[in-house]
């Protein structure tokens, strides 16, 4: 029995011996320690908010009452460090306490020990900045800024009452009105928008944590007006983003559609038209707004003040000239603009002034005058020229970037009816 088992274990051996030589014997000990740089791996990460771990804090968060100061707030934790000399290292730069204001919020991180001592308080400044107090031994306070992340969305809706309303009853971002009055400002007449106008948009929407902060980038969108459609396109020409139509003309033209944003007009241009102040029958050779006193007033276009002034009828008013042909006037302004005077150039765009109702005026409004080779001219009815189109030697690119947004423009759910909302 021996002799035929022994044959097997000489086997084994010799097979052993074998292996060990070419292949070489596992080293117990790189085990070993490949499987505690696994479990260091496994170990859970810490929780960090505004760079401090949380889970190793008690986090209690509060709201800045009316007449509390900084200074209140930490004299009541009781803290283990001189406040007044922590006071005296808020200098301006550091931080300004005066900027502390009522119904802001704030953070403190208690240690988990039985005096749940204050190591922390946290200031949002807003949803996306903050200022963070370190209470301990080590003074030091610093800025922390929340990661932002976009979320690419498609979105359309049906106008049924107002650009504003229709955003908010869909769900949308109303900063998402704002920016489409920006690109469109020059085609479409957002004054006097139709029940049916609609549009659709491919866009970035900000967040912060789950919470919406604001509008990112807008790449594409189209905006059906009294039954025209009109394209956006955003395409980057000499490092410069714009807007362009589908052909590779500029969406921006030589003057703006309106002066103000979201306002009314409530009064026309007129060959006979009753004074609201005089009471008589006079012409009306301009567009009023009506706006709250203080909306800002834009320039209509590039161009040069060439007056600006008082006048017993138009008040507070301001005249540009854009060019050869066109020039501009804005009446019963409250106050001007910075840095406007007699002489100054103005870009499109630029607040030249605010609403008011000095000079003849029964409320705050915009008086404003449009005059093509010195004979005034309807507003509403001038017909300005574009600016330079997509460059030659950049429309296959251009072209290209076009074919994509179309692409992603046509992709929004046709389950998305009149009045409806897809995004993704």
């Given at each position: 029995?021996?002799?035929?088992?022994?044959?097997?274990?000489?086997?084994?051996?010799?097979?052993?011996?074998?292996?060990?030589?070419?292949?070489?014997?596992?080293?117990?000990?790189?085990?070993?320690?490949d499987q505690v740089k696994t479990e260091e791996t496994n170990l859970a990460q810490p929780i960090l908010e505004y760079g401090i771990p949380v889970d190793s804090f008690y986090v209690s968060e509060f709201t800045?009452?009316?007449?509390?100061?900084?200074?209140?707030?930490l004299y009541n934790l009781n803290l283990p460090v001189d406040v007044n000399q922590f006071l005296l290292y808020l200098t301006p730069d550091v931080f300004d306490v005066r900027k502390v204001r009522a119904g802001a919020r704030y953070k403190i991180f208690y240690r988990k020990d039985s005096l749940q001592t204050p190591c922390f308080l946290v200031y949002e400044v807003s949803p996306v900045e903050y200022v963070v107090f370190n209470l301990t031994d080590s003074i030091s306070v610093y800025p922390f800024k929340k990661d932002i992340i976009p979320v690419r969305k498609i979105s359309e809706a049906q106008?049924?009452?107002?650009?504003?309303?229709?955003?908010?009853?869909?769900?949308?971002?109303?900063?998402?009105a704002l920016e489409l009055s920006d690109i469109f400002a020059w085609t479409v007449d957002f004054f006097g928008l139709y029940r049916g106008d609609r549009f659709r948009v491919v866009y970035d929407e900000l967040y912060v944590d789950?919470?919406?902060?604001?509008?990112?980038?807008?790449?594409?969108?189209?905006?059906?007006?009294?039954?025209?459609?009109?394209?956006?396109?955003?395409?980057?020409?000499?490092?410069?983003?714009?807007?362009?139509?589908?052909?590779?003309?500029?969406?921006?033209?030589?003057?703006?559609?309106?002066?103000?944003?979201f306002?009314?007009?409530?009064?026309?241009?007129?060959?006979?038209?009753?004074?609201?102040?005089?009471?008589?029958?006079?012409?009306?050779?301009?567009?009023?707004?009506a706006a709250p006193e203080g909306t800002p007033v834009m320039a209509l276009g590039d161009g040069v003040v060439i007056e600006k002034?008082?006048?017993?009828?138009?008040?507070?008013?301001?005249?540009?000239?854009?060019?050869?042909?066109?020039?501009?006037?804005?009446?019963?302004?409250?106050?001007?603009?910075?840095?406007?005077?007699?002489?100054?150039?103005?870009?499109?765009?630029?607040?030249?002034?605010?609403?008011?109702?000095?000079?003849?005026?029964?409320?705050?409004?915009?008086?404003?005058?449009?005059?093509m080779n010195g004979k005034p001219v309807d507003p509403l009815k001038v017909k300005?020229?574009?600016?330079?189109?997509?460059?030659?030697?950049?429309?296959?690119?251009?072209?290209?970037?076009v074919a994509s947004l179309l692409t992603q423009l046509d992709s929004v759910s046709r389950a998305a009816t009149a009045g409806g909302f897809a995004a993704q």
């Amino acid at each position: 029995m021996i002799r035929k088992i022994l044959p097997i274990i000489i086997v084994s051996f010799l097979s052993i011996i074998a292996v060990d030589y070419f292949i070489g014997v596992t080293d117990l000990s790189l085990i070993r320690r490949d499987q505690v740089k696994t479990e260091e791996t496994n170990l859970a990460q810490p929780i960090l908010e505004y760079g401090i771990p949380v889970d190793s804090f008690y986090v209690s968060e509060f709201t800045v009452r009316n007449g509390q100061t900084l200074g209140k707030i930490l004299y009541n934790l009781n803290l283990p460090v001189d406040v007044n000399q922590f006071l005296l290292y808020l200098t301006p730069d550091v931080f300004d306490v005066r900027k502390v204001r009522a119904g802001a919020r704030y953070k403190i991180f208690y240690r988990k020990d039985s005096l749940q001592t204050p190591c922390f308080l946290v200031y949002e400044v807003s949803p996306v900045e903050y200022v963070v107090f370190n209470l301990t031994d080590s003074i030091s306070v610093y800025p922390f800024k929340k990661d932002i992340i976009p979320v690419r969305k498609i979105s359309e809706a049906q106008i049924t009452s107002s650009l504003w309303v229709d955003m908010k009853v869909n769900g949308l971002n109303p900063l998402l009105a704002l920016e489409l009055s920006d690109i469109f400002a020059w085609t479409v007449d957002f004054f006097g928008l139709y029940r049916g106008d609609r549009f659709r948009v491919v866009y970035d929407e900000l967040y912060v944590d789950s919470m919406s902060v604001g509008i990112g980038t807008i790449y594409a969108a189209w905006f059906e007006h009294r039954g025209e459609r009109f394209y956006a396109f955003r395409f980057i020409q000499d490092s410069v983003a714009s807007y362009w139509d589908e052909k590779g003309n500029s969406l921006r033209k030589s003057f703006l559609k309106a002066p103000l944003r979201f306002s009314r007009i409530s009064s026309r241009f007129s060959g006979s038209r009753l004074h609201p102040v005089l009471k008589i029958y006079r012409p009306h050779t301009g567009v009023d707004y009506a706006a709250p006193e203080g909306t800002p007033v834009m320039a209509l276009g590039d161009g040069v003040v060439i007056e600006k002034g008082y006048d017993h009828a138009a008040g507070n008013y301001i005249k540009i000239r854009h060019n050869s042909v066109y020039t501009t006037g804005y009446n019963h302004l409250s106050r001007f603009g910075k840095d406007i005077s007699k002489g100054s150039r103005v870009r499109q765009g630029d607040i030249i002034g605010y609403v008011g109702s000095t000079g003849y005026a029964t409320g705050p409004h915009l008086d404003l005058r449009f005059w093509m080779n010195g004979k005034p001219v309807d507003p509403l009815k001038v017909k300005a020229p574009p600016v330079e189109p997509v460059k030659p030697e950049y429309m296959d690119s251009f072209r290209a970037t076009v074919a994509s947004l179309l692409t992603q423009l046509d992709s929004v759910s046709r389950a998305a009816t009149a009045g409806g909302f897809a995004a993704q």
